[in-house]
């Protein structure tokens, strides 16, 4: 009968979460993460190891690549092919590794990401250094394990007598941890090691006087010493690398930047692309052609300049948007005691040191060993020749070699493995010469025996060995360094002219909130006609203005918009601009008040803005330089309901004319209005009555003479020479500007100061627009009502005025001749 199957009835989350739970942990013990030993993987070892085996080192010829693959895939590493020549390529790479363990002849890849050749093209051997890595293993110096098929034995990891980890850097992910050491100097990270032998309680401190810091195959400068001592001390951190640039003048009066270091495992061929990219898409201005110029005598890249441009801003630019620098986080997590740890600096020298104590254990007591077998072999043959004819009788009487070695132990005390070497003389090793030679090797074992077992017995003398050993090596192998270490991070300011060409360009923008920037050649092919705009809509700004400027556009609540001109959308003259929201969203009931444009915010200028309600507020303009400005920003706390009616741009020195719609003007100074935060309220400008508001205010120049020009609901003008006012103070109920009468009285719509022939330009309630010229008015006083400019009851009460074309604020013009 045949045997019932045994079904195990299992939830599908316990099954997954325990083969997953094998597989993690056979990935990150034996595939990604390197040993805190000897630094290497897996992989890495097996590669190694079997070179060694197969007596390919770096004093015999170089041997075809997939030869070696083959020994590492068929002995001890049962994976793909290629994982294994990518693992190889790799150790050979000297722009990947500090010190190569693997000499390769052929294509083995190159910086710009190139593969390389296939197995069968290249050959390679042990590099001189790699053979310290594995050296003394034959001296029991480290564990074996069987193989994947219990056929042979390999290291669980090498003696390595020099530090791996640190020296070669490692990088991989695994499931749950990844690990990003960087390679650093060997001669720095040996004087470390021996520092930390001589006093085990180093500080970090002591530790980076010797450790620089990383030392990158690729040069280049890190940043940032306070990241690196955080990784030193952590075993996680942040530094900046940065390629080496310099500018070089060309015979004209042009310069070309230079780049001979790019940073660590950074590819060039996409960085020099990303570099022409930026040219092409003029990202940036002033890059005339970028060309790599690498080749056998080293890395170049150069970025040609066009004529003046600004060399450093360019160089600042491509450090910050391209991968000419980056930031390379530090993650040292490495096997320790079988499972994967972050480990800083000390922990790490740590590992090394106690690592490097077995095996020196290991390699003495196995020298030891030996050396007592030789020994007493050798005190066998020298008490041999001193009965020469004797033993030679007794061998010679004897059956076979069996009975001799019998014979002669029974009968001058030797032992087996004397006798079997006495039987195994060569006839002229019975010379009378090979004495003093047999005496001689004596002595010296006996000096070794005793070396050997002081060095187990006394640490002094075991740590002693390990740093004599280090210390030839350091002489053996230490280089130079290539990366520079930089106390700080530098901060990357970039001038906006590196990024946009200056360009003069015309800027329209209407109330209603539609903006564009035309280029002079649209406008003059137009002249200056045909302007697309809304039937009800009218332009508050049409400036001639900079690519590199910006303009702050004032809302009617409160809110300001920072937009640079090079950002604005790029329309013809004759098409409508783009409403406001599509570039920052803004309220439906939010129009715009006013639109200036601003060259340098570290200028001594103000902003004064006025209210609905009779507020003044003035700020510094530089508050107002915004870095993030993807929505509008607070300009102005407003109260409750009220309105920003006017806002200006001054230099401080200004007067100050406010008016209110029951015919009530008031004259101060500027500088009675105390300077506020960006985000504050202001203080009263005028005392007003109730039902009773501001229409604007004006500023003008201390010793200008403007005209005061209203226009009334019932479509009055009026003009008045400011000599008609005396100045006053603020917050205070000002001068009457119109006749009080009792059957519909005048209420002011609009309140401007006139220069020049300036028009005015309102719009009455059954829409109809009109203008005036306020200089064709008489002069009037301030007890009359003006001159009537529209019949009121034909074409309904004037609801909106406005100037006709924007202008800068005279003031300032006459400040500035």
Known sequence: ????????????????????????????????????????????????????????????????????????????????????????????????????????????????????????????????????????????????????????????????????????????????????????????????????????SVTLDELMQVIKGPDFPTGGIIQGVEGLKKAYETGKGKVIVRGRATVEKLRTSREQIVIDEIPYEVNKASLVKRMDELRIDKKVEGIAEVRDETDRTGLRIVVELKKDADSEGILHYLYKNTDLQISYHFNMVAIKDKTPKQLNLQMMLDAYIDHQKDVVTRQAQFDLRKANERSHIVEGLIKAISILDELIATIRASKDKQDAKARIKQAYDFSEAQAEAIVNLQLYRLTNTDITSLEKEADELRARIKELEEILGNEKKLLKVIKDDLKSLKKKYTEQRRTVIQQEIEELKINLEVMVASEDVLVSVTKDGYIKRTSLRSYAASNGEDLAIKEEDHLIALQEINTTDKLLVFTNKGRYLYLPVHELPDIRWKDLGQHISN????????????????????????????????????????????????????????????????????????????????????????????????????????????????????????????????????????????????????????????????????????????????????????????SVLPLDLPKSDRYSNGSYVVDSDEKGEVVEVWPATNYEQPFLEENES
């Open 583 to 770: 570039i920052v969203s803004i309220q439906k009931d939010e129009t715009l008040v006013k639109a200036i444009p601003i060259r340098e915010f570290n200028t001594s200028q103000y902003l004064v803005f006025f209210t609905k309600n009779g507020m003044v507020k003035r700020s510094e303009l530089k508050l107002y330089e915004a870095q993030r400005y993807s929505k509008a920003l607070v300009a102005v706390n407003l109260k409750g309901e009220d309105l920003v009616q006017s806002v200006h741009l001054t230099d401080g020195n200004a007067n100050i004319f406010v008016a209110s719609d029951k015919g009530y003007g008031l004259w101060f100074e500027e500088q009675e209005v105390s300077p506020v935060g960006q985000r504050a309220a202001g203080v009263k400008a005028i005392q007003l009555k109730d039902g009773e508001m501001v229409v604007g205010g004006e500023v003008f120049a201390p010793n200008s003479d403007p005209n005061i020009v209203l226009l009334t609901q019932r479509g009055a003008c009026k003009r008045m020479k400011l000599s008609e006012f005396e100045p006053s103070s603020r917050a205070k109920r000002g001068s009457v500007m119109l006749r009080e009468l009792k059957r519909k009285p005048h209420r002011i719509t609009g309140f401007y100061l006139v220069h020049d022939n300036e028009v005015l330009q309102f719009k009455t309630a059954n829409g109809s627009i009109q």
């Open 1 to 200: 009968m045949a045997e019932t199957e045994q079904y195990l009835d299992l939830p599908l989350e316990d099954v997954i979460g325990d083969r997953f739970g094998r597989y993690s942990k056979y990935i990150i013990q034996d595939r990604a993460l390197p040993d805190a030993r000897d630094g290497l993987k897996p992989v890495q070892r097996r590669i190694l190891y079997a070179m060694h085996e197969e007596r390919n080192t770096h004093d015999k010829p170089f041997r075809k690549s997939a030869k070696t693959v083959g020994t590492v895939i068929g002995n001890y590493h049962p994976h793909g092919d290629s994982s294994v020549y990518e693992a190889m390529v790799r150790l050979s790479q000297e722009w990947k590794v500090r010190n190569v363990l693997v000499e390769m002849h052929g294509n083995n890849g190159s910086v710009d990401g190139d593969p390389p050749a296939a197995m069968r093209y290249t050959e390679a051997r042990l590099s001189s250094i790699a053979s310290e890595l594995i050296r003394d293993i034959e001296k029991e110096t480290v564990e074996f394990v069987p193989n994947f098929d219990d056929t042979i034995n390999e290291p669980v990891v090498l003696p390595a007598k020099f530090p791996n980890l640190l020296v070669n850097g490692s990088t991989g992910i695994s499931s749950g941890y990844a690990t990003e050491i960087p390679p650093h100097n060997l001669g720095e990270i040996i004087d470390a090691v021996i520092r930390k032998i001589d006093k085990p």
